[in-house]
């Protein structure tokens, strides 16, 4: 294996963001619940403790025994992580008179510190903590102020410890990767060898001594994630891999051939399976979206399965889980929860044992994987598309006629974006079916015909999303050539809702 940090998540929002600012410094990293720490891997060069929504002297604190970490491994801790340390070893941690949030300089500064080599007096740091330690033990050694904060930065005494209250990995902390590189690099020995190549090298690598000659069947979707555990499986068990991409009627406009098309240039293994009729009948009359979603899924899978068993002797179901997956269903405060589980029971159904390739990567991670593995660009700059497909962007009951209304839209609007060169700029885009007519005019004739939703968004991770401030000469040329060129429509809307209170999908 490789060399790795560890961080312990003790629960907050930015847990993820260090692991982020330490792969960009090519160094392997793993978050592991609070309580979770190896005890026995000899790959660990170094630990870090996130901040938390607690205080340390809350009954619920989150808690762990640092004897097993302190003389092992250099430890770094971060806001509570930092207060966590000093509070555990006697010293005082109490609430901060006025909330210490925001932006804040370092003074008082020992730029000797192997941990502040590099970075400036007065260097920005970003505090977000209601409490604030007030009083360390004698073996610790203050190496940093702010303004307001005493004891902004702490080293023990002839130790590789070290606390930080204020948050190295949030981009208002100027020389926060600075800092986190001095931890990773100078003090734990990192070598900064974790690159995409290296990652494909490992996993292809295990891939083929886990799965030896095994048989392993995976759902494509399209989307960027199973494409590249599909051509990273591929690399590495090659025919033994088969794929399955269902289409259920409800893709866009020629997505199913176009994809088809290069999943096979890639050299995949794959089945094309053409369930629409399937699910059209299914689906009619159904107008509850999550009626819809259920029925989509368990569709799925039913398709899936009956596929799959036509290999013979299968005995593994990969998917493309990437690392954001794993974090949200081991977020040990509970408070994220991964609101689409397409295709969640498969693998119990099908009593296969599941292999994951991608679960340890974030997003733009896979996609660089994929660029190194020669995908096309397209395929991996791809939006975001949801699993039930226009089903939950046609309002109300769905019919063969309405799919095709709304695959001409939405292949005006996309195409649109592509060739005014706005498709990467926004997250995820789309046309949406409204279930009302309205009356407008065409020549010299009267039409009562239906109205589009354009919905265009940009966000970081669907968590959250503002609309797309589309230039209107571009709306204005969309609006013009859906009307004109797609039968049935007669009016363009284009949704200026922001996510919350809004979501991205209309259903
Ligand atoms: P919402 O509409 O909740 O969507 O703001 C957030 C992101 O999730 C996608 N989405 C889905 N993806 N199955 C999926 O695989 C679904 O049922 C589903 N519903 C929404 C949506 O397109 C956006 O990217």
Redesign the pocket.
């Known amino acids: 294996m490789h060399e790795k940090i560890i961080i312990l998540d003790f629960g907050s929002q930015t847990t993820q963001l260090i692991a982020r600012r330490i792969r960009e410094l090519n160094v392997y990293c793993e978050i592991l619940p609070y309580n979770k720490m190896p005890l026995d891997d000899a790959d660990v060069i170094g630990v870090i403790l996130s901040g938390s929504p607690f205080s340390v002297y809350d009954e619920k604190a989150f808690r762990i025994d640092l004897s097993t970490i302190r003389g092992r491994y250099p430890l770094l801790g971060i806001c509570y992580g930092a207060q966590y340390i000093a509070y555990a070893n006697g010293g005082s941690v109490e609430p901060a008179g006025t909330r210490e949030y925001g932006r804040a300089h370092l003074t008082k500064f020992d730029s000797q510190n192997p941990l502040l080599h590099g970075i400036s007096e007065g260097s920005q740091v970003w505090m977000s903590h209601g409490d604030t330690i007030t009083a360390i033990p004698d073996s610790f050694r203050t190496i940093a102020s702010t303004e307001k904060v005493a004891i902004a930065a702490y080293q023990i005494a002839d130790e590789k410890v070290w606390g930080v209250q204020f948050h190295p990995e949030v981009f208002h902390t100027v020389e926060g990767t600075r800092l986190l590189q001095n931890f990773v690099v100078g003090i734990c020995g990192a070598h900064q060898d974790w690159s995409t190549a290296s990652f494909i090298d490992t996993t292809v690598a295990n891939l083929k001594a886990t799965l030896g000659n095994d048989k392993v069947v995976l759902g494509l979707?399209g989307?960027v994630d199973s494409s590249v555990a599909a051509v990273l499986l591929n690399k590495a068990i090659g025919r033994n891999l088969t794929c399955i991409f269902v289409d259920h009627g409800l893709l866009r406009k020629n997505e199913f051939q176009n994809v088809m098309r290069d999943y096979e240039g890639l050299g995949l293994n794959v089945v094309g399976v053409d369930a629409s009729a399937k699910f059209f009948a299914e689906l009619e009359g159904v107008t509850e979206p999550e009626r819809k979603?259920k029925i989509?899924?368990k569709g799925f899978i039913d398709v899936f399965d009956e596929e799959a068993h036509k290999i013979s002797d299968v005995r593994w179901l990969a998917q493309g889980t990437i690392y954001p997956d794993c974090i949200e269903s081991l977020s040990i405060t509970g408070t994220v929860i991964k609101?689409?589980?397409?295709v969640g029971g498969l693998p119990e159904k099908m009593n296969l044992k599941l292999c994951e390739p991608l679960r340890l990567l974030f997003k733009d991670e896979v996609r660089r994987v994929g660029r190194e593995l020669g995908m096309p660009e397209h395929l991996i700059n791809r939006?975001?598309?949801?699993?039930?497909g226009l089903a939950?962007r046609i309002l109300g009951d769905i019919t063969r006629e309405k799919v095709e209304i709304l695959q001409n839209a939405d292949d005006i609007f996309i195409q649109g974006l592509r060739d005014w060169g706005l498709y990467d700029k926004v997250?995820?885009a789309?046309v949406v079916l409204l279930p009302v007519q309205s009356v407008g005019v065409m020549g010299d004739e009267r039409t009562y015909e239906r109205a589009v939703a354009l919905r265009a968004?940009t966000?970081t991770d669907?968590?959250t999303?503002d609309w797309a401030h589309l230039p209107y000469e571009f709306l204005a040329k969309v609006s013009n050539d859906i009307i004109n060129k797609v039968k049935g429509v007669n009016r363009v809307c284009y949704d200026i809702s922001s996510?919350p209170p809004?979501?991205?999908?209309?259903?």
């Open positions: 979707s989307g979603r989509i899924g609101s689409h589980h397409n939006h975001p598309f949801p699993g039930p939950v997250w995820q789309g968004v966000s669907a968590m999303a996510k809004a979501t991205i999908e209309w259903e």
